[in-house]
Structures are given as structure tokens and as C-alpha cells.
């Protein structure tokens, strides 16, 4: 008996699109900055995007945050087997195994800040800036994978003409999209705090832990309950995690770890919540690496770094630069080390600002039209938007 034919990609759509682009996501980080770059075609009816899972060792918790944004998902090994205009990225392997036209990868953090990690890398050699480096971009015959690399600023290329030379005719010095909806969400400021259940005149301190052991969460341990201490009652504080924390022991680990802290007063960002609410909110931060310290200080809020983890950070990198100029966590009283923090807030502005984006306020502009010139269509007559965060939400844990 003969085996019916497969019904071919798209046959069954209401709106047949001209182009199909894949939304390549691996990780629930690289997802949701995915979302950042998927709304600037998305409004286009002749634009269709299938977004698909590429495997990864920390893609747990993925598919569960697609479900929620109901977004059309085709299985990595349906992907690898259809046509696209365009892949999309904000995370660099598997990508090469795509039948796609044109490639394009972007950052899924604040630029291009960490290194390998040294246990990967040859004992004799320093380890490269990960995602301009030769193993992120080259294919195996050594030609490059994507056809556009976007980098948030020159210093950015400078780096990348270092590591990997090849690839540096495909570069885009197109600024930083997040950034600019991180600077879009100041107008909703008020109503974010409100989502937060900050009260009136209280200051909302931010916590932001990057993933690992250098990280705030696996370093300062007690932190949260010495913040719950030292602080008077007219401090409230929020902290977020990186979904790689979160997702690695599992949300409900996380939550009986923390519970004594939330219990006393400790609020949470879950995974898969998008963390710019919070920055927007907050009067200051205490962070470490993480790619929330860069927008923190960018976007005018006072920084105190936890600490600083040089075997992680490229000494080329925002971070690397900030934390020459904010104070670093101590065993002084916390209310003199956040007064410290606000005392060297416009320095640490500075520096982030003159380093986080080469187009402020403009990125959508700059990357759409190169995706439009990726995909051979003209671009809509109306500007791209660079809408605020809807709104926000605490992680309420059910103990």
C-alpha cells in the first residue's frame, strides 16, 4: 500500500508568508531574548516564524516557556529537514546543521563578556571570549557559520578581528535591543513597583545571581537573610535568579532553599519572568557578573558588586570595566555600602553607557533592516516598536 505524501511545509496556512524563518532558541535565556528579536518581523504578514529547540545541555525548562508565549514549535529534527530564509539565533552551536539561506546570531546577554571556563580550554593558552571565538563560528572546514553576527559595540569587533578574523566581514555593530527596552520600561516604572508590592517610599533593593559557582547565590549563601537583618523595614527586597540556577537543581529545590528568606521578607523573580520589570523598579542593585549588573548600572541604577570572578570575565568586557568603579561587597554595615553604591552611581552610568550600546535607543532600527536584507524583502513602512514589558510578577512558591 502506498504511503500517503506528507503535506509540505506551510500547505495548510490562512496566511501564506514569502519567507519562513526559523527562531532558533536553546536555552530559556537565549529563548527570551529571542523574543526581543522575533517582535521586529513578527507584525509581517509575509514574514512566517517556526521556532524550534536546538539540543543543549541546558535546555531544560525551554519548551515549557515556548508553551507559554504560544508560539508555533516544530521539533529540532523536523527543522533540520525543511527549507528557511533565515536562521535566527541568540546561541551558536547546531545552528550550522540548518538548511538555512542566511544565518544570523545574535548576544542572549549584555555583549560578549565571558570566557571559556579555563577546565575547557588547553592549560597553556588563555581561554577566548566565548561567542567570537573561532569553535563558536567557524563550521568544521573552518568557513563561517552565519552570514551576520551582531555586536552590540565596536569594542565588540575589536575582539572579534582579534579572535576570529574570518568571520569579521559579517559583523553588525547594531547596538543593544534589550537596553533599549530596559530604557522603554522607565515610563512604567510606577506600575511595576506597584506589580512588586512596593510600598510607598520604600526602597526596593534588586538581587541578580548569575549561575555556577562563582556566582552571588553559590558565594554569599547568606546575603538575603543578612539583607533581612541589616536593612530597616522600609527596605524591601526582590531577588533573580538565572534560569540555568534555577532549572539546573529545579525551581522547587531553589524555593526550600530560600524558603527561611522568603518567609522573612525575601520576594522572588521565577524563571521565565523577564527581569527588566524588576531593573525599571529598582533604586539599587547588588549583583554579580551577571549580565543584570551592565544594565543595572547603564540604566542609572547604583550598583554594589558582590564580587568579581576574573577567571570568568574578559578583561575586555563592560563588567570588566565596571568593576573598577563600583564598591564590592564587605562586612561593613549594608546601609553604608549602599550609600557607597548611590555616591558612585554616575560614574558607574558612565562607564556603562559609553560601552553597552554603539546605537542607543536605536538598535531595532539598525538590526531590522539587516534582517530584511537577510531575507530579500523591503522593509515595512512603519518603525519598528520598542515596546515596555507587560506587566510583572513576584514567584509565589506554594509551600
Known amino acids: 500500500m502506498k504511503e500517503p505524501a506528507q503535506p509540505q511545509p506551510g500547505r495548510w496556512q490562512t496566511l501564506p508568508a514569502e519567507v519562513t524563518v526559523a527562531a532558533v532558541v536553546h536555552t530559556p535565556v537565549s529563548m527570551m531574548r529571542m523574543l526581543d528579536y522575533a517582535a521586529l518581523l513578527e507584525p509581517d504578514p509575509r514574514v512566517r516564524l517556526e521556532w524550534t529547540i536546538a539540543p543543549d545541555r541546558f535546555n531544560t525548562g525551554t519548551e515549557q516557556l515556548l508553551e507559554k508565549q504560544r508560539v508555533s514549535v516544530v521539533p529540532w529534527a523536523q527543522a533540520l529537514e525543511r527549507p528557511y530564509d533565515l536562521a535566527l539565533t541568540t546561541s ?16 542572549h546577554g549584555c555583549g560578549y563578556g565571558k570566557r571559556y571556563p579555563s577546565w575547557a580550554w588547553p592549560a597553556h593558552e588563555n581561554p577566548p571570549v566565548y561567542g567570537l571565538d573561532r569553535e563558536s563560528l567557524l563550521d568544521r572546514d573552518g ?12 569594542a565588540d569587533l575589536a575582539v572579534l578581528i582579534q579572535q576570529c578574523p574570518e568571520v569579521a566581514h559579517t559583523a553588525i555593530v547594531g547596538g543593544d535591543l534589550a537596553f533599549d527596552r530596559l530604557m522603554a520600561a522607565g515610563a512604567y516604572r510606577e506600575r511595576y513597583r506597584l506589580d512588586f508590592g512596593v510600598r510607598r517610599k520604600q526602597t526596593l533593593v534588586a538581587l541578580g545571581s548569575t549561575w555556577g559557582g562563582e556566582s552571588l547565590l553559590a558565594k554569599f549563601r547568606d546575603l538575603p537573610n543578612r539583607l533581612l537583618t541589616e536593612l530597616s523595614a522600609d527596605h524591601k527586597m526582590i531577588m ?46 547588588i549583583g554579580d557578573h551577571t549580565s543584570l549588573t551592565s544594565y543595572a548600572a547603564a540604566a542609572g541604577v547604583p550598583v554594589l558588586l ?49 560601552r553597552i550600546s554603539a546605537h542607543p535607543g ?23 516598536r520598542v515596546d515596555p514589558m507587560a506587566r510583572t510578577e513576584l514567584d509565589l512558591p506554594d509551600y
Open 143 to 154: 568557513r563561517p557559520v552565519f552570514d551576520s553576527v551582531l555586536l552590540p559595540h565596536l
Open 362 to 384: 536605536r538598535s531595532a532600527l539598525v538590526v531590522r533592516k539587516a534582517l530584511y536584507r537577510l531575507i530579500g524583502l523591503p522593509e515595512p513602512d512603519l518603525p519598528p
Open 92 to 107: 551558536l552551536h547546531q545552528v550550522e546543521f540548518l538548511q538555512a539561506k542566511r544565518k544570523f546570531a545574535a548576544p
Open 240 to 285: 533573580t535568579m538565572h534560569p540555568a540556577a534555577w532549572y539546573e537543581h529545579g525551581p522547587r529545590q531553589i524555593r526550600a532553599w530560600m524558603r527561611d528568606a522568603n518567609e522573612a521578607g525575601l520576594d522572588f523573580i521565577g524563571p521565565g519572568v523577564d527581569w527588566r520589570p524588576l531593573l525599571a523598579a529598582a533604586d539599587v542593585f
Open 306 to 354: 558582590s564580587h568579581y570572578s576574573p577567571d570568568e570575565i574578559a578583561p575586555t568586557s563592560l563588567i570588566a570595566e565596571l568593576a573598577e568603579v563600583c564598591p564590592r561587597l564587605t562586612d561593613e554595615p549594608l546601609p553604608d555600602q549602599l550609600a557607597m553604591a548611590r555616591q558612585t552611581r554616575d560614574a558607574q552610568q558612565n562607564v556603562a553607557l559609553a
